[in-house]
């Protein structure tokens, strides 16, 4: 079984364009892995400005099209890792993260971390892995 790659929409052109060398999801051996996406609009390839509520439903709208890019769904993610600037967004992360994972028996293992900063002005990240 070998890797394959996906591209999504417009996010995957920002990737191109910028000389970033990753793929915005991939899979192999029955897994798709998401890597770490931007609030960044994968259908116009916009940043998106707000705060971080609206940071996060984008990050989490770009997970949603990566992983059924992949041919998976949200219901098959076994992890998410979330890199934030501010611990403080916590709380507004969960609040938004708990629409997208509505049943608590089956929400994803995951991990929050605090960074220092992005090249681009954004607040927060989201990668995920899941069965394919």
Known sequence: MGIKTYRVGKLS????????PLS????????????GLPPVNHETG?????????????CLENVKAAVETAGSSMDKILKTTI?????A?????????????PDVNK??????CTVGAWPWE???????VALA
């Open 46 to 58: 916009d940043l998106v400005r707000g705060d971080i509520l609206v940071q996060t439903r984008q």
């Open 89 to 101: 967004y916590f709380e507004d992360i969960n609040a938004i993260y708990a629409e997208y994972f």
């Open 24 to 35: 915005a999801v991939t899979s192999g051996a029955g897994l798709v892995f998401v890597s």
């Open 122 to 128: 954004f607040d927060i990240e989201i990668e995920a």
């Open 13 to 20: 052109d920002g990737i191109d364009a910028r000389k970033i």
């Open 107 to 112: 929400r994803p293992a995951r991990t929050f």
């Open 83 to 87: 890199y934030a600037v501010n611990c």
